[in-house]
């Protein structure tokens, strides 16, 4: 255990070692306040996995990887003793898991006063829940950033835009969210009185024009923009990107302009700008797709932006000729979003002048600084820092690391509409209604504030009724007698004595003091909760807090109590009877199985020797029976893990049934002879354990998994066979044994990634547990065949690349999970076309872009692995099938060398393969043959350089080299690690794939082998 207040900052750098060469090693700093709330931190993504496995690479060698780990303990920050409103005036957002993009956005244009007056005029009403409504979770979040003393929630505002627990964990792109954002609240301001207020806040235009050079031609096309992109690579300010975005493009030799009536012409092609609007919001392009590397990066270089933006510059270069030039286009800087971290995550927050003067603000998350125009701009420029050097008087060269914090976008305010834009909100902006509703949302937090912090001070009185049990018992509650949550509840100080609580009472409810006899509930062993006893006159002079200790060793703040009452008709309350250890008091519950009701009756004082025959009487009375109805009574003993209910033996005393104080009676009607057919639970023991068992499950079909289908009630002790039954019958499917179930994972809100084995679990019950949670969600499917049958069946998905012609066919395989790949390939030469009816084919294992196995054809199938690996089938070529005693067979891949890093890395891409190169064959010979075989132009290929590649570092071959004295080994399987690398660029035409008997589902899992970019999630806004 940390002790409290523990606090310190470290900053901290992980190095995975480059075991072949250092400089390749891989590295990545970060810093943070730890403390006993955030005790780890780390990188969201360190490095590919497949970089890791891969040996070529050098990070694991014979089964070793070596990490470095650099830590520096700095001088302890008061971080969370850090009061945000009181340090700077303004509040904080809560990160809900990976919101910080979201909450440097909201900031953002929370303190662009005239957009906040804006959300505060649109229309929504009393009766709206924010949670359903964007315009009034705006509001409400808004209103608690301006009038809240600490960091504000966004949880309502997720949830209106229709987002779960997993939305909120998972890190979009702030620019999306921006666009998205602003074009939902366009939409909801139409027909409003703040119609066209994002228009007029963000909204400019451009022209872009094509210009003939040589006959008088001109078209242009005027678009709007809410923001603009600007390049960050090869510009180092925001004028380079201004410079490069109206930068001309002449349109010549096979690159001309099609003009109307004049045909192919020589052109000039660019933009400009016909106007500007008030608060221009820049976009900065840190992110962009490298094509040679076939990946995302990140662009951290130097980038410079002034703290006011002149574009009317170089007279109005930017400017088109249609341009207002009455309007003077000077910005002032108002806010920087900064991104820290790498194309694989990272953090967002934003450097904010509220009213641009010279005073920074630093949003992050829940805390809210001071900042210095330096920390804002300056060092928000990127590219990279310089250490100072710890030895002077040696000649280091200094170190230098790149600043992988940047900014990321960039809002400016116009000079000219700056009063307007950062104007005043008050009170009377806010709707009446919204006021109201959230003054009272604040001062409730207060409230529990404020008894929180007196709790220890106070007892929580929970007092339950027969009143509540009528209205409880049959309803909500079938098993022991109330909810508790649901009773009268009383805060009474702890040094009070009891007795005056009951004074107290008596006042507020007019029951006298003589009248009011109160019971102690007591937890018992078998987990049931029942009033045990009264409270004694010794005890009643006591002070409440010592009642609660008696009552509750669980030492919570509540003391929960049942209160007996006894009313006389005519009379009113009077003294409840005196009660001797003789005296039980019983609780009963009354069964009707024709209409499957159970409801409360109330209470019985019996005598310990009496009889349950002796008390019928009054029962019948109690149910409404007549007097010498034949009744049958059972105790309802416990109902976890499972019920108990037992059969009261009517001729033996309450004693030898074992019946004391506070338990429970349930009776009924005694069933007839031959009337026990007639009802679905004839008796009091099978419909509670029906009620137990019974579940309303939520099913989703496994292809729309955020959506509810239909409700089924079902019971927790039905098999998988039971369920899908039930399911079959909702859905008018004639095979059940074709349903396939999926059970829901409660933490990321979305499938289980395995479907449910067929009768792999006992109960319903086992298939909505997740970890130490529930669910009452289920995913179906429908299968093509049994469920059971496709069990005992091996399934892989296979490409086969077909010899005869440049096409890919991928093909689903279903076989016994006891074959062999020999009866995968005989499956697969029945499905597909090959250059000859006697060709033999093999099954290969790729993985990025290699070839890592060759399967033996007496290999089993059970425990291939699709999923990861590529499995791709091919006709093994003639010239293998008869290899001299000197000829080798080798592998063939494709590369590109990646330099943008500060060591040299090699990339794979494109189709590896196997080729055979014979005893004295030179280069030149085998690179005939690999043109003729890839189809490569004279005028491509001659830009192809070739090298023999050893465990990632490539040496490049001349034309004269006989390829045998480097390819020594003869066998090929597992040789990937050396190989005949092309190094040449990925442009050549993609395969083209006919799909074989492949279902939708598995067409997007092909589409997804096609193209394996790891792009981020799409912001969606639902609601």
Same mark, same amino acid.
């Given at each position: 255990?940390?002790?409290?207040?523990?606090?310190?900052?470290?900053?901290?750098?992980?190095?995975?070692?480059?075991?072949?060469?250092?400089?390749?090693?891989?590295?990545?700093?970060?810093?943070?306040?730890?403390?006993?709330?955030?005790?780890?931190?780390?990188?969201?993504?360190?490095?590919?996995?497949?970089?890791?496995?891969?040996?070529?690479?050098?990070?694991?060698?014979?089964?070793?990887?070596?990490?470095?780990?650099?830590?520096?303990?700095?001088?302890?920050?008061?971080?969370?003793?850090?009061?945000?409103?009181?340090?700077?005036?303004?509040?904080?957002?809560?990160?809900?898991?990976?919101?910080?993009?979201?909450?440097?956005?909201?900031?953002?244009?929370?303190?662009?006063?005239?957009?906040?007056?804006?959300?505060?005029?649109?229309?929504?009403?009393?009766?709206?829940?924010?949670?359903?409504?964007?315009?009034?979770?705006?509001?409400?979040?808004?209103?608690?950033?301006?009038?809240?003393?600490?960091?504000?929630?966004?949880?309502?505002?997720?949830?209106?835009?229709?987002?779960?627990?997993?939305?909120?964990?998972?890190?979009?792109?702030?620019?999306?969210?921006?666009?998205?954002?602003?074009?939902?609240?366009?939409?909801?301001?139409?027909?409003?009185?703040?119609?066209?207020?994002?228009?007029?806040?963000?909204?400019?235009?451009?022209?872009?024009?094509?210009?003939?050079?040589?006959?008088?031609?001109?078209?242009?096309?005027?678009?709007?923009?809410?923001? @603009? =992109? *600007? +390049?960050?690579?090869?510009?180092?300010?925001? !004028?380079? %990107?201004?410079?490069?975005?109206?930068? $001309?493009? /002449? #349109?010549?030799?096979?690159?001309?302009?099609?003009?109307?009536?004049?045909?192919?012409?020589?052109?000039?092609?660019?933009?400009?700008?016909?106007?500007?609007?008030?608060?221009?919001?820049?976009?900065?392009?840190?992110?962009?797709?490298?094509?040679?590397?076939?990946?995302?990066?990140?662009?951290?270089?130097?980038?410079?932006?002034? @703290? =006011? *933006? +002149?574009?009317?510059?170089?007279?109005?270069? !930017?400017? %088109?000729?249609?341009?207002?030039?009455? $309007?003077? /286009? #000077?910005?002032?800087?108002?806010?920087?979003?900064?991104?820290?971290?790498?194309?694989?995550?990272?953090?967002?927050?934003?450097?904010?002048?509220?009213?641009?003067?010279?005073?920074?603000?630093?949003?992050?998350?829940?805390?809210?600084?001071?900042?210095?125009?330096?920390?804002?701009?300056?060092?928000?420029?990127?590219?990279?820092?310089?250490?100072?050097?710890?030895?002077?008087?040696?000649?280091?060269?200094?170190?230098?690391?790149?600043?992988?914090?940047?900014?990321?976008?960039?809002?400016?305010?116009?000079?000219?509409?700056?009063?307007?834009?950062?104007?005043?909100?008050?009170?009377?902006?806010?709707?009446?209604?919204?006021?109201?509703?959230?003054?009272?949302?604040?001062?409730?937090?207060?409230?529990?504030?404020?008894?929180?912090?007196?709790?220890?001070?106070?007892?929580?009185?929970?007092?339950?009724?027969?009143?509540?049990?009528?209205?409880?018992?049959?309803?909500?509650?079938?098993?022991?007698?109330?909810?508790?949550?649901?009773?009268?509840?009383?805060?009474?100080?702890?040094?009070?004595?009891?007795?005056?609580?009951?004074?107290?009472?008596?006042?507020?409810?007019?029951?006298?003091?003589?009248?009011?006899?109160?019971?102690?509930?007591?937890?018992?062993?078998?987990?049931?909760?029942?009033?045990?006893?009264?409270?004694?006159?010794?005890?009643?002079?006591?002070?409440?807090?010592?009642?609660?200790?008696?009552?509750?060793?669980?030492?919570?703040?509540?003391?929960?109590?049942?209160?007996?009452?006894?009313?006389?008709?005519?009379?009113?309350?009077?003294?409840?009877?005196?009660?001797?250890?003789?005296?039980?008091?019983?609780?009963?519950?009354?069964?009707?199985?024709?209409?499957?009701?159970?409801?409360?009756?109330?209470?019985?004082?019996?005598?310990?020797?009496?009889?349950?025959?002796?008390?019928?009487?009054?029962?019948?009375?109690?149910?409404?029976?007549?007097?010498?109805?034949?009744?049958?009574?059972?105790?309802?003993?416990?109902?976890?893990?499972?019920?108990?209910?037992?059969?009261?033996?009517?001729?033996?005393?309450?004693?030898?049934?074992?019946?004391?104080?506070?338990?429970?009676?349930?009776?009924?009607?005694?069933?007839?002879?031959?009337?026990?057919?007639?009802?679905?639970?004839?008796?009091?023991?099978?419909?509670?354990?029906?009620?137990?068992?019974?579940?309303?499950?939520?099913?989703?079909?496994?292809?729309?998994?955020?959506?509810?289908?239909?409700?089924?009630?079902?019971?927790?002790?039905?098999?998988?066979?039971?369920?899908?039954?039930?399911?079959?019958?909702?859905?008018?499917?004639?095979?059940?044994?074709?349903?396939?179930?999926?059970?829901?994972?409660?933490?990321?809100?979305?499938?289980?990634?395995?479907?449910?084995?067929?009768?792999?679990?006992?109960?319903?019950?086992?298939?909505?547990?997740?970890?130490?949670?529930?669910?009452?969600?289920?995913?179906?499917?429908?299968?093509?065949?049994?469920?059971?049958?496709?069990?005992?069946?091996?399934?892989?998905?296979?490409?086969?690349?077909?010899?005869?012609?440049?096409?890919?066919?991928?093909?689903?395989?279903?076989?016994?999970?006891?074959?062999?790949?020999?009866?995968?390939?005989?499956?697969?030469?029945?499905?597909?076309?090959?250059?000859?009816?006697?060709?033999?084919?093999?099954?290969?294992?790729?993985?990025?872009?290699?070839?890592?196995?060759?399967?033996?054809?007496?290999?089993?199938?059970?425990?291939?692995?699709?999923?990861?690996?590529?499995?791709?089938?091919?006709?093994?070529?003639?010239?293998?099938?008869?290899?001299?005693?000197?000829?080798?067979?080798?592998?063939?891949?494709?590369?590109?060398?990646?330099?943008?890093?500060?060591?040299?890395?090699?990339?794979?891409?494109?189709?590896?393969?196997?080729?055979?190169?014979?005893?004295?064959?030179?280069?030149?010979?085998?690179?005939?043959?690999?043109?003729?075989?890839?189809?490569?132009?004279?005028?491509?290929?001659?830009?192809?350089?070739?090298?023999?590649?050893?465990?990632?570092?490539?040496?490049?071959?001349?034309?004269?080299?006989?390829?045998?004295?480097?390819?020594?080994?003869?066998?090929?399987?597992?040789?990937?690690?050396?190989?005949?690398?092309?190094?040449?660029?990925?442009?050549?035409?993609?395969?083209?794939?006919?799909?074989?008997?492949?279902?939708?589902?598995?067409?997007?899992?092909?589409?997804?082998?096609?193209?394996?970019?790891?792009?981020?999630?799409?912001?969606?806004?639902?609601?």
């Amino acid at each position: 255990m940390l002790p409290p207040g523990w606090s310190r900052f470290a900053q901290f750098s992980l190095t995975v070692i480059n075991q072949f060469q250092n400089q390749y090693s891989i590295r990545k700093e970060s810093q943070h306040q730890f403390n006993a709330r955030e005790s780890d931190w780390g990188f969201t993504s360190f490095m590919l996995l497949a970089d890791l496995y891969d040996p070529s690479r050098g990070y694991r060698v014979n089964d070793r990887c070596i990490i470095e780990a650099d830590v520096a303990v700095r001088k302890p920050l008061a971080y969370w003793s850090h009061d945000s409103k009181k340090e700077t005036g303004c509040v904080g957002l809560k990160n809900q898991g990976a919101t910080c993009y979201m909450n440097s956005l909201l900031q953002t244009l929370y303190h662009i006063p005239y957009f906040r007056k804006a959300v505060y005029h649109m229309p929504t009403t009393e009766n709206d829940m924010p949670s359903g409504s964007i315009p009034l979770a705006l509001q409400s979040l808004f209103y608690k950033l301006q009038n809240s003393d600490a960091s504000v929630s966004t949880k309502e505002l997720t949830k209106s835009f229709g987002w779960d627990t997993y939305d909120s964990f998972l890190q979009h792109d702030v620019q999306e969210l921006n666009r998205v954002l602003c074009e939902k609240l366009e939409d909801k301001m139409k027909g409003t009185v703040v119609e066209g207020t994002i228009q007029q806040l963000f909204e400019g235009h451009h022209m872009n024009y094509i210009e003939c050079i040589n006959v008088d031609y001109k078209s242009t096309r005027k678009e709007s923009f809410y923001d @603009l =992109q *600007l +390049d960050v690579k090869g510009c180092r300010s925001v !004028y380079d %990107s201004f410079d490069k975005y109206v930068e $001309v493009e /002449n #349109l010549e030799l096979d690159n001309k302009y099609h003009a109307e009536k004049y045909g192919l012409q020589e052109a000039r092609k660019g933009v400009l700008f016909i106007d500007f609007p008030p608060v221009l919001q820049l976009q900065l392009k840190r992110f962009e797709y490298d094509f040679m590397r076939d990946t995302m990066v990140k662009i951290n270089d130097y980038y410079e932006f002034p @703290l =006011q *933006l +002149d574009l009317d510059r170089d007279k109005g270069k !930017y400017l %088109s000729p249609e341009a207002d030039r009455s $309007v003077r /286009n #000077l910005y002032t800087l108002h806010s920087v979003l900064v991104h820290s971290g790498g194309v694989h995550g990272g953090h967002y927050y934003a450097y904010i002048r509220p009213t641009l003067s010279n005073q920074w603000f630093k949003f992050d998350d829940e805390r809210v600084t001071k900042e210095d125009a330096k920390r804002a701009t300056e060092e928000q420029y990127g590219g990279e820092e310089e250490l100072p050097n710890t030895n002077p008087g040696f000649n280091n060269s200094p170190f230098k690391f790149t600043k992988y914090s940047n900014a990321y976008m960039l809002v400016y305010i116009r000079e000219s509409d700056k009063d307007r834009i950062m104007c005043n909100v008050d009170e009377k902006d806010i709707a009446q209604h919204l006021r109201v509703r959230l003054k009272k949302e604040l001062e409730d937090k207060e409230k529990k504030r404020k008894e929180k912090a007196e709790a220890h001070l106070y007892t929580i009185i929970k007092v339950a009724r027969n009143e509540d049990m009528f209205e409880q018992i049959g309803k909500d509650k079938f098993f022991d007698l109330v909810d508790h949550d649901k009773v009268q509840s009383f805060r009474i100080e702890k040094l009070m004595p009891f007795i005056s609580f009951k004074e107290k009472y008596a006042i507020e409810f007019h029951i006298p003091v003589p009248c009011q006899r109160f019971w102690l509930w007591a937890k018992r062993q078998n987990h049931t909760y029942r009033p045990n006893r009264p409270l004694t006159l010794i005890e009643e002079s006591r002070p409440v807090g010592e009642l609660r200790e008696i009552s509750n060793k669980a030492n919570n703040a509540e003391l929960k109590l049942f209160l007996e009452l006894e009313i006389k008709q005519d009379f009113g309350f009077v003294p409840p009877p005196i009660k001797t250890k003789e005296d039980l008091l019983l609780f009963f519950k009354l069964y009707d199985p024709s209409h499957e009701k159970l409801r409360y009756v109330g209470t019985l004082y019996v005598k310990a020797s009496e009889k349950p025959l002796d008390i019928y009487t009054r029962l019948n009375q109690m149910a409404g029976f007549s007097i010498d109805e034949e009744i049958e009574l059972f105790e309802e003993i416990k109902f976890e893990p499972r019920v108990m209910c037992e059969h009261v033996n009517e001729r033996s005393s309450f004693q030898n049934n074992q019946l004391e104080d506070g338990d429970i009676i349930c009776y009924q009607k005694a069933p007839k002879a031959g009337s026990g057919d007639q009802f679905r639970y004839p008796n009091v023991p099978s419909f509670l354990e029906y009620v137990h068992n019974r579940q309303v499950i939520r099913f989703r079909c496994l292809a729309k998994p955020k959506e509810d289908e239909f409700s089924l009630e079902l019971s927790k002790l039905h098999t998988y066979d039971d369920v899908v039954m039930k399911v079959a019958q909702h859905i008018g499917l004639s095979d059940p044994s074709k349903i396939r179930l999926t059970s829901h994972n409660c933490y990321s809100q979305q499938p289980k990634p395995q479907p449910i084995k067929y009768q792999g679990v006992e109960h319903l019950s086992d298939m909505l547990t997740h970890l130490n949670q529930t669910s009452d969600i289920l995913y179906y499917e429908i299968l093509d065949i049994p469920l059971p049958e496709l069990q005992c069946l091996k399934t892989l998905k296979i490409a086969f690349h077909l010899a005869t012609k440049d096409e890919v066919v991928l093909s689903i395989i279903r076989l016994p999970k006891q074959s062999v790949v020999e009866d995968v390939l005989n499956d697969i030469k029945s499905k597909v076309d090959l250059s000859h009816p006697d060709a033999q084919i093999r099954l290969l294992e790729v993985f990025y872009h290699k070839i890592y196995k060759i399967f033996p054809l007496s290999e089993t199938i059970e425990n291939i692995n699709d999923q990861y690996w590529t499995l791709r089938a091919e006709e093994i070529p003639e010239e293998e099938k008869s290899l001299g005693l000197r000829d080798r067979v080798i592998h063939v891949y494709h590369f590109m060398k990646d330099t943008s890093q500060n060591y040299m890395q090699i990339q794979n891409f494109g189709d590896p393969f196997l080729l055979v190169i014979h005893e004295g064959e030179t280069l030149s010979d085998v690179k005939l043959r690999i043109q003729k075989k890839l189809k490569v132009t004279d005028h491509e290929f001659s830009k192809w350089k070739f090298a023999f590649v050893l465990h990632g570092r490539p040496e490049y071959l001349l034309d004269s080299e006989i390829l045998c004295a480097r390819f020594q080994r003869k066998d090929i399987y597992g040789a990937w690690e050396q190989y005949l690398g092309l190094e040449h660029t990925d442009n050549g035409p993609k395969r083209s794939y006919a799909v074989n008997q492949v279902s939708e589902a598995y067409n997007d899992y092909f589409s997804i082998l096609q193209n394996r970019h790891p792009f981020e999630k799409p912001v969606k806004i639902y609601n």
